[in-house]
């Protein structure tokens, strides 16, 4: 609608009449405009029939019936009356329009389900060392002397060249023995950290939603026939 204001009006012929000043609805959709003749009021033309040809609107009128239609001040952008209305429709010899009536209608609603994901924490992993004593049983060879008496008679032959003396005499031996010594040893035997996998799984979900229904009580004698 913005459009219109401005452009060149022409009568049915060509011929210009002036320029669109303002434009007036009804029903929403344009139906008049006041034309810029000069100076003074500003006749009003129907826009019902009127097209536009090469950025002019040219009405179904020729330019006398134009000026001589009811018009309006300049600058006068107020609804129009019934009365103002009435006098167009009867100046123009035209047939009022009906406004459209407007079907009631109920209009049908249902809940869809929206299913989603949400982060939220679900416990903490903690990864603790301790330290565990624990009883370890096991062997080790240990080496001692055993000490026997070793005895060798003397031959006959041996004899003349042992010296028999009599008197007391002692021999010592030095006895080694091997006894089990436990040390510790501290070394590393594996590296253990925290680690974790994201696992997608479905889970199922019941719920409940709603919807309206629509149900429609006609008489059998108004009910169409299909």
Known sequence: ??????????????AKIGKVRQVWATAGYP?????QTGGGPEPMAPLGNAQMQQGKLMVAYDKATVHSAPSVEPGNDKPLSAEQTAQLYAHYRMQPQQAPQAREELIRSEERLRVGTESQPAGKAVLRKNVVTENVHTTVPVEHDEVFVEREPIT?????????????????MQLRAEHPVVAKD????????????EVVEDQPIDEQVSHEEVQANIPESSRRQR
């Not at 139906?31 to 034309?35: D, E, H, I, K, N």
């Not at 501290?186 to 996998?197: F, T």
């Open 31 to 35: 139906a008049w405009v006041s034309v």
């Open 186 to 197: 501290r070394v590393p035997v594996e590296r253990v950290r925290l680690a974790k996998n």
């Open 1 to 14: 609608m913005r459009s219109l204001y401005g452009q060149d009006v022409q009568d049915q012929s060509g």
């Open 156 to 172: 006959a032959e041996e004899a003349g060249r042992v010296r028999a003396e009599m008197g007391e005499a002692q021999q010592e």
